[in-house]
């Protein structure tokens, strides 16, 4: 049953005539229905903020796909997680996203709309399918914001990240005012 609320969730957030009642729902709620845990943000690991908010802009620093019981999704695609590992690993690094974004604003209603992300990829350097991977969690920014997570987007291969993080991805959301 759950999965069929998310897939009816999912499908409706990008069905063209569902899209103008999507702006009117509350993100904390589509969380829930989608049964998605937030976290507890990470700590930075160096000298860095893992949000920024200038105006009403928030800048979120890379993050990693961060397990629900604690560490992280390592590894390379293409040697040692498949593509759909990969879009796994990039859904969890969407909730890892929110999560901070949470913390950092209090309540995801004051998301205006998700402006751009940027995600890296830990490939071999013959993997091609970057996109298909960063789709998890462009996906999930648009089952949880209906059109207001849709983004500008980028998706590219890295021949390493961080402690072998299988993908790193960082946001630009703006505020509403």
Do not use: W
């Not at 590992?85 to 709309?113: C, F, M, P, Y």
């Not at 996109?131 to 996906?139: H, L, M, R, Y």
Request: proline fraction near 5%; charge should be positive; aromatic fraction near 2%.
């Amino acid at each position: 049953m759950k999965k069929l609320i998310i897939y009816i969730l999912a499908v409706t957030a990008m069905h063209p005539l569902v899209s103008s009642a999507q702006n009117n729902v509350d993100p904390e709620a589509r969380i829930k229905a989608l049964g998605i845990q937030l976290i507890t943000p990470t700590p930075p690991i160096a000298n860095y903020l893992k949000a920024v908010r200038v105006g009403n802009m928030v800048y979120l620093s890379g993050h990693g796909p961060d397990k629900p019981g604690g560490g992280q999704v390592t590894g390379k695609v293409g040697v040692d997680l498949t593509v759909e590992q990969a879009n796994d690993a990039a859904r969890l690094v969407g909730i890892s996203l929110l999560s901070t974004l949470k913390a950092e604003i209090g309540d995801l209603k004051k998301v205006k709309r998700i402006v751009k992300v940027t995600g890296m990829v830990n490939a071999v350097d013959t993997f091609t399918q970057h996109p298909k991977v960063i789709n998890g969690c462009s996906d999930l920014l648009v089952q949880v914001f209906g059109e207001n997570g849709k983004h500008a987007r980028c998706a590219v291969g890295m021949s390493s990240l961080p402690n072998n993080i299988a993908v790193e991805i960082e946001m630009i959301v703006e505020l509403k005012e």
